[in-house]
């Protein structure tokens, strides 16, 4: 369903959700997220696109500081079926598609997509998942209590995303350190770059 889309002009301009790949209508009526999977958006306090982050959440159990170990930890080397080797060449297809969805983070949206539920349903991982996941690309806010450590996954890690240590607000790296250059603080809590690591002004 959401893979049969007829092609419209300017459909590039229209923001796309990094969830379920779907493009949105610019004027939502649903707040701020997105119409078809109900993902809410991540903006930049900067230039208001939006960021290829999707939140996730922590299963029953994982505590926040589980869940930033097994971040840290190295992806587990993983035992694939030697199987594939011997028969290579018919497999081909086969090998591509496991290759895929290789990422767990990845199968997992995958998997949500095909529900079709009218109710948004978070991305929820597990241990195994957290751990296959690269720090790179993994954004965390971490709120003090009672809000707690909100997750998040950069699907273009290419695309770097940080946030300010002061106010937790998301930004481009270059609009970041950019304005942290020309003003001399977060564009968003105007906290003084000279907290901020790495950026100090003289
Ligand atoms: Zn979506
Ligand atoms: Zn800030």
């Not at 993983?78 to 297809?93: H, I, L, V, Y």
């Not at 983070?105 to 751990?131: C, G, H, K, W, Y």
């Not at 890690?157 to 020309?182: A, Y």
Request: aromatic fraction near 8%; include cysteine; charge should be negative.
């Amino acid at each position: 369903m959401v893979r049969a889309k007829p092609y419209h002009d300017g459909e590039d301009l229209l923001p796309m959700c990094y969830r379920c790949s779907t493009y949105n209508p610019l004027m939502t009526s649903a707040a701020n997220c997105c119409t078809n999977c109900r993902q809410p958006f991540v903006h930049s306090f900067v230039s208001f696109e939006i960021l290829p982050l999707v939140e996730f959440q922590l299963e029953p159990g994982i505590s926040d500081e589980d869940a930033m170990r097994l971040i840290e930890a190295p992806a587990p080397v993983t035992t694939e079926d030697p199987g594939w080797s011997q028969s290579a060449g018919d497999n081909f297809e086969a090998l591509r598609l496991d290759e895929q969805i290789s990422d767990p983070f990845t199968a997992r949206l995958l998997s949500l997509q095909s529900e079709d539920e009218e109710e948004f349903v978070p991305v929820i991982v597990n241990r195994p998942t957290l751990q296959a996941m690269d720090p790179g690309s993994v954004l965390v806010c971490q709120q003090p209590p009672p809000l707690g450590y909100q997750f998040y996954r950069n699907l273009l890690p290419d695309l770097q995303i940080t946030l300010c240590p002061s106010c937790n607000k998301i930004f481009h790296v270059d609009d970041f350190e950019m304005q942290v250059l020309q003003k001399g603080h977060c564009p968003f809590c105007r906290s003084e770059s000279n907290t901020f690591k790495d950026m100090s002004e003289d």
